[in-house]
């Protein structure tokens, strides 16, 4: 009997560790393998941060720094900094980095882009930062903006590519307007773009995207085993938090949820509870109320449950709230932007005298829409309230995205 328990308890164990057994190579990973070839005889420049890693979770920073046939002299850190200690939207400032000794220079403070005093001891920039498959993320803003320094100081950039958490299929929301974009909506690409980083890249570069038509010197280090198909828990590569509230691998599902309501401060969206972008409440809510009115909606992939907390911080702190959790059961067949105009949608029939842009600070009504990537969805939306007044216009640039950014498929 105790030999029969003993198996069944190395099947269990072996099939967890099956569960989480590792299934692709990033690009730091590749990299390796190529004994760093393309970065001999250069001085080498990495802008990364804590999810720059290879898959025993090792910083991509020691492993370029201690690589014997590599000259890595400087670092630059993005928002949160490179080694992550600095609170979102906080400026990062210019530091030595204590383990490495080695200069850090923020880009993400006084300049959002490398100037030339920067770049001036580097031949190329390495780029090594997981990305969350949202464009209001600002991480591949700090990409493109590197590509755009690269090109002006005739410096060679390189993208170590990563997985899109929502895998490399789903595109939601419309392009950036011209009078929206800025550094959450740095290019005119759908709210979610279905391309990794290195994908991106390439479309960035190639279609003459960035700033004044500028192309760089660009390659990229594709990875190895990724599909189309897969979203970060497919890959079965551990999750380093890409900022303090994406802690989990199924963070980055949530963001496109509700992180653009959640730039009204008008409602919890999580952020100072335990599920940041996880759900949505208020002390006016009934919490059954909205669970109904939103799962007759039918979303696909979605279940709505009542919940009742107390904030620990932020929106709704120490008081009592009710609201919904959302909860995905299927990532690729769920709508993720939709939800958070649905939520708008069902508060205002339930609450007339709550509809958000009548109760919401009007003072954030520009973040909102530069985050939206254009000032039609709160002005469409606002006439009655009602997801179908925005949901052809947040969709009309899906398919000729979807056409035109296959041409810098790395991946099936």
Same mark, same amino acid.
């Given at each position: ?39 001999? @005889? ?8 804590? =999810? ?42 210019? &530091?030595?980095?204590?383990?490495? @000794? ?8 006084? =300049? ?18 997981? %990305? ?5 993320? =600002? ?31 789903? &595109? ?24 990794? $980083? ?13 700033? %004044? ?21 497919? =890959? ?65 992939? &979605? ?36 939800i958070q105009f649905l939520v708008m949608q069902e508060v205002a029939a339930l609450y007339p005298d709550r ?16 985050? $939206? ?16 007044? &925005? ?22």
């Open positions: 009997m105790r030999k029969l328990l003993m198996i069944s308890l190395l099947c269990i164990l072996c099939g967890a560790a099956q569960a989480q057994k590792i299934k692709i190579k990033t690009g730091i990973e590749v990299l390796k393998e190529q004994n760093f070839k393309c970065l001999e @005889g250069k001085r080498v420049g990495l802008i990364t941060n804590p =999810t720059g890693v290879d898959n025993q979770m090792k910083s991509t920073i020691d492993i370029l720094h201690e690589a014997p046939n590599v000259n890595l002299v400087a670092l630059y850190g993005p928002e949160h900094g490179v080694r992550g200690d600095v609170h979102a939207g906080d400026h990062v400032t210019d &530091i030595t980095d204590a383990t490495t @000794g080695l200069p850090v220079y923020s880009l993400y403070g006084k =300049t959002r882009k490398a100037t030339p005093e920067m770049l001036k001891d580097v031949d190329v920039l390495v780029y090594d930062i997981q %990305d969350n498959g949202c464009r209001s993320f =600002t991480y591949i803003s700090t990409m493109g903006l590197a590509m755009e320094a690269a090109a002006e100081n005739n410096k060679e950039l390189i993208v170590l590519d990563r997985p899109n958490p929502l895998g490399g299929l789903k &595109i939601e929301g419309n392009l950036v307007e011209d009078d929206c974009v800025s550094f959450v909506s740095q290019f005119k690409i759908p709210y979610v773009y279905g391309l990794t $980083c290195g994908e991106l890249a390439l479309m960035l570069n190639a279609e003459k995207m960035l700033k %004044d038509g500028k192309q760089c010197k660009l390659q990229v280090v594709k990875m190895k085993g990724w599909k189309r198909k897969m979203d970060y828990v497919q =890959t079965g590569l551990q999750w380093v938090p890409s900022s303090p509230h994406i802690p989990h691998t199924h963070s980055s599902f949530f963001y496109p949820v509700s992180g653009i309501l959640g730039e009204l401060g008008y409602m919890s969206i999580g952020v100072g509870y335990t599920i940041p972008f996880q759900m949505f409440a208020a002390p006016w809510v009934e919490a059954e109320k909205l669970a109904k009115n939103l799962n007759a909606l039918n979303v696909p992939g &979605i279940v709505f449950r009542p919940m009742y907390l107390k904030p620990f911080y932020s929106v709704g702190k120490g008081e009592l709230l009710q609201g919904v959790q959302v909860h995905i059961l299927d990532v690729q067949k769920a709508p993720l932007s939709d509809a958000v842009f009548d109760h919401a600070d009007k003072k954030r009504f520009r973040m909102f829409d530069l985050v $939206c990537g254009s000032k039609q969805i709160r002005e469409r939306f606002t006439k009655t309230n009602r997801w179908e007044d &925005i949901r052809d216009y947040w969709y009309k640039d899906v398919e000729d995205f979807r056409q035109l950014s296959k041409k810098y498929y790395l991946y099936k």
